[in-house]
Antibody
Framework: QVQLVQSGAEVRKPGASVKVSCKAS????????ITWVRQAPGQAPEWMGW????????NYAQSFQGRVTLTTDTSTTTAYMDLRSLRSDDTAIYYC????????????WGQGTLVTVSS | DIQMTQSPSSLSASVGDRVTITCQAS??????LSWYQQKPGKAPNLLIY???YLETGVPSRFSGSGSGTDFTFTISSLQPEDIATYYC???????????FGQGTKLEIK
């Protein structure tokens, strides 16, 4: 069965960076794009970016341009999200999700990774 | 940027009621809309994609309709397990972008 398993909770100080991993299994990794979404407490999900697992092409949300980098490792079927210059308002649950086809709607989601930014 | 306006923001209904949520796009998005259910502490769960297609395994009491700028999500007969927050989401592919509505919190009366 399709599974996306994310790395565990992280605590960072303001100005630091965090890297979250997302291990995919149960399907052909390069046949589906991966997108990253975050959700602050009590808020709607917020899209961060998308990456093609086939050729590495990426597209980032404007609000994260310059601060986020998405990568994949096809040999381990793992996707990564690297967020830099963390602020307290980056405290949120970060989700990876497989999309339908290359860039359709997200259909399978990871369990989420809580990132807490606090001094 | 395309904005998605979802209403109402909260809704209280009785078991067995028909429930309707609407989502309006700021410009024509054709059929590129999905609906998600999210329960507390869980990731969103895809219910409807391409505006009206039911995801595999999703109960048939859930349905979606619309195209262009106006979309509707319906639960034909509300069940206790449907208590959750529902989100619409626009997706595009040139380049890939994803935009969520603000959500509708559904409660049992």
């Amino acid at each position: 069965q399709v599974q996306l398993v994310q790395s565990g909770a992280e605590v960072r100080k303001p100005g630091a960076s965090v890297k979250v991993s997302c291990k995919a299994s149960g399907y052909s990794f390069t046949s589906h794009g991966i997108t990253w979404v975050r959700q602050a407490p009590g808020q709607a999900p917020e899209w961060m970016g998308w990456i093609s697992t086939y050729n590495g092409v990426r597209n980032y949300a404007q609000s994260f341009q310059g601060r986020v980098t998405l990568t994949t490792d096809t040999s381990t079927t793992t996707a990564y999200m690297d967020l830099r210059s963390l602020r307290s308002d980056d405290t949120a649950i970060y989700y990876c999700a497989r999309v339908q086809g290359t860039s359709g709607p997200p259909d399978y989601w990871g369990q989420g990774t809580l990132v807490t930014v606090s001094s | 940027d395309i904005q998605m306006t979802q209403s109402p923001s909260s809704l209280s209904a009785s078991v067995g009621d028909r429930v309707t949520i609407t989502c309006q796009a700021s410009q024509d998005i054709e059929y590129r809309l999905s609906w998600y259910q999210q329960k507390p502490g869980k990731a969103p769960n895809l219910l409807i994609y391409d505006a009206s297609y039911l995801e595999t395994g999703v109960p048939s009491r859930f349905s979606g309709s619309g195209s262009g700028t106006d979309f509707t999500f319906t639960i034909s007969s509300l069940q206790p397990e449907d208590i959750a927050t529902y989100y619409c989401q626009h997706y595009d592919n040139l380049p890939p972008i994803y935009t969520f509505g603000q959500g509708t919190k559904l409660e049992i009366k």
